[in-house]
Nanobody
């Protein structure tokens, strides 16, 4: 059974940075595209970014380009989300997700597996 465990969330001041991590277990990590999503209070969950199985292709939501960067280390079964210049509007629970898909795909929906989420709060 695939399991995902996020970490790295917390309280950060506006303009600050955080790096989220998501550790994958239960199957061959390199068979899965990975994504990050977030859900702010009172809002629906939204797509942030995804990365292909091999890590060579990424797909960002338009509003996240430039400040957010996804990466993965297939040797460590881990995907990362580096977030810079954070604003209060970035406050949300951040989720990682896994989707067994073809090489090069970077899905924005339809993920099969989800983590429990990690809270990110941006406040002074």
């Amino acid at each position: 059974q695939v399991q995902l465990a996020e970490s790295g969330g917390g309280l950060v001041q506006p303009g600050g940075s955080l790096r989220l991590s998501c550790v994958f277990s239960g199957d061959t990590f390199g068979r899965y595209a990975m994504g990050w999503f977030r859900q702010a209070p009172g809002e629906t969950r939204e797509f942030v970014v995804s990365i292909s199985r091999g890590g060579t292709v990424t797909h960002y939501a338009d509003s996240k380009k430039g400040r957010f960067k996804i990466s993965r280390d297939n040797a460590k079964n881990t995907v990362y989300l580096q977030m810079n210049n954070l604003t209060p509007e970035d406050t949300a629970v951040y989720y990682c997700a896994a989707d067994p898909t073809v090489s090069g795909a970077t899905p924005t929906t339809g993920y099969d597996y989800w983590g429990q989420g990690t809270q990110v709060t941006v406040s002074s």
